[in-house]
């Protein structure tokens, strides 16, 4: 049974940092891209960034560019999302995905519960 579990959400101040983890089990995780998406109260689910986990490419949204820094460690199934000068628009709920075929422009069929990242200003 494929899971995703995320974890290391929690109350930040504004310019704070926090380092959300997503650990997979289930899968062949080598041959999987994992993406992190976040969704707002009101607002559209949108991607944050990913990594192919066969090459470790990534990519990340403009408006986290230069902030977050996505990694994976293959040994141990896990994807990280360290998010650096955080910002009160950072706030959402984030969840992180499994696409097939490594590529993040791929489908992501499984997904993560989500976990709640909230920051005060």
């Known amino acids: 049974e494929v899971h995703l579990v995320e974890s290391g959400g929690g109350l930040v101040q504004a310019g704070g940092s926090l380092r959300l983890s997503c650990a997979a089990s289930?899968?062949?995780?080598?041959?999987?891209?994992i993406g992190w998406f976040r969704q707002a109260p009101g607002k559209e689910r949108e991607g944050v960034s990913c990594i192919s986990s066969s090459d470790g490419s990534t990519n990340y949204a403009d408006s986290v560019k230069g902030r977050f820094t996505i990694s994976s460690d293959n040994a141990k199934n896990t994807v990280y999302l360290q998010m650096n000068s955080l910002k009160p628009e950072d706030t959402a709920v984030y969840y992180c995905?499994?696409?097939?075929?490594?590529?993040?422009?791929?489908?992501?069929?499984?997904w993560g519960q989500g976990t709640q990242v909230t920051v005060s200003s």
């Open positions: 289930g899968f062949t995780f080598d041959d999987y891209a």
């Open positions: 995905a499994a696409a097939y075929g490594s590529s993040c422009g791929n489908f992501f069929e499984y």
